[in-house]
């Protein structure tokens, strides 16, 4: 930069694993499950589910799976973070030089303290805090909310700061997802000219968080739906939604990713495409849960004798709809700063 960064923005994700290992991912899962917003029940309750069972079971069993999806320079989600990082930095340094980008996970590396440090160290004196959370929910925007102001409770000179709530309906986001599939169809056809769907998939939560607790997350879900349908110009019966990723006995969201896939197969649905509009960039819910979890339960769902044709959609990552998004994003959330 030709001048001392004044104003800076900080994007946060959830994060990953520093390797795809049995002890990595224990130790990323100890810090990511120990969050009260991820996991809403009494520490007695939970802690010994946590270290008397999960810790000790589901470590190996996803180290196994991000082998899988392991890119030769980490994994995904970080991957395609740093990317965006890059490229957002380039676009933002040619009219705003004077914005410098930050990045950091909550749980994993790069981590918040570090970087929080290096944001002080810089002499920051306007921050920016953007979750890559398009769909606010307190188990992920909420969660990145408190990793900030814990530390930030740290430091002595503490700058003048925002954070975006959330974009679900954000213009500029819904024109990056209909890029990110029309440019996809372009290339691939689309799966209505041989009678086929597009299947939007959203992480899921606990139905509880909606209907005794009034999150929001469940209602810009559906706007997200509602608003990249229009857009896509897509009618009735072309389009379905879904929640994915549930986890424990408790009944979450619905109607199931994985419930809605064996029913499309079952019904011999020549070609299912699917897209997971809330997932900033690809990662092993979208990589390993979606594009070959899924497939296989659609494809296997099938009738004999018919053939299933399932495509995933990837993520934004570090598209150029995505950097243009979030340049519009960032831009008016900084007015008055730049």
Known sequence: MTQQAKTAVLLLNTGSPDHPTTESVREYLAEFL??????????????????????????????????????????????YTRRTVAKLQAALSAKHPGVRVYWAMCYGHPS??????????????????????????????????????????????????????????????????RRRVTDYWAEHGTPMATGGKLLMSFHGVPESCITDKGDLYKAQCLETVRLLVEALKLKEGEWELSFQSRFGPEEWLQPYSIDTAKRLGEEGLPRLDVICPGFAADCLETIEEIADELCGIYRSAIPAGKKGDFRYIPALNDS??????????????????I
Not at 125 to 151: I, N
Not at 320 to 337: H, N, R, S
């Open 320 to 337: 150029d709809p995505a950097i243009a998004a979030y340049f519009d994003i960032l831009e008016k959330e900084l007015a008055g700063w």
């Open 34 to 79: 120990a969050d009260p917003r991820v996991v809403e029940l009494p520490r007695w309750k939970w802690w010994p589910i946590l270290h008397g069972i999960i810790l000790r079971k589901r470590p190996a069993k996803s180290a196994a799976r991000y082998q899988g999806v392991w890119m030769e320079e980490g994994a995904p989600l970080v991957v």
């Open 112 to 177: 918040l303290p570090e970087v929080i440090e290096e944001i002080q160290r810089d002499r920051i004196e306007r921050l920016l805090v953007m979750p890559l959370f398009a769909q606010y929910a307190p188990q992920t925007t909420a969660s990145c909310f408190d990793a900030v102001a814990h530390q930030l409770m740290k430091c002595r000179n503490i700058p003048s700061l925002r954070m975006t709530h959330d974009y679900h309906n954000h213009p500029a986001y819904i024109e990056a997802l």
